[in-house]
Nanobody, 121 residues
Framework: QVQLVGSGGGMVQPGGSLRLFCAASGSIFSIVKMGWYRQAPGKQRESVATITSGGSADYADSVKGRFTISRDNAKNTVSLQMDSLKPEDTAVYFC???????????????WGRGTQVTVSS
């Protein structure tokens, strides 16, 4: 069994910063990709940032230059540093990982429960 546990959400004023953290645990052989998605009220879930095991990162255009994703392969963790936050960043943020549980297993997608980020004055 695999579990993703995220933390670090909260409320911040526009222009402020928050850091999200997520740890994967359980029966894991390798994690191909980790990332963060978000879902605002009335909107579809969207990709915010992803990072491969080799460190290649990809960002949504709306967060480029403001958010930084990082990963610790040895600890199976991923972090998202969010700076210069805007009200439109308000959403529930979900940790995501594509995990292989054994060398012969296919990659499966796992989700954390989500953490609320609210940007408001």
């Amino acid at each position: 069994q695999v579990q993703l546990v995220g933390s670090g959400g909260g409320m911040v004023q526009p222009g402020g910063s928050l850091r999200l953290f997520c740890a994967a645990s359980g029966s894991i052989f390798s994690i191909v990709k980790m990332g963060w998605y978000r879902q605002a009220p009335g909107k579809q879930r969207e990709s915010v940032a992803t990072i491969t095991s080799g460190g290649s990162a990809d960002y949504a255009d709306s967060v480029k230059g403001r958010f930084t994703i990082s990963r610790d392969n040895a600890k199976n963790t991923v972090s998202l540093q969010m700076d210069s936050l805007k009200p439109e960043d308000t959403a529930v943020y979900f940790c995501n990982a594509e995990i292989r549980r054994a060398p012969w297993s296919p990659e499966l997608t796992y989700w954390g429960r989500g953490t609320q980020v609210t940007v408001s004055s």
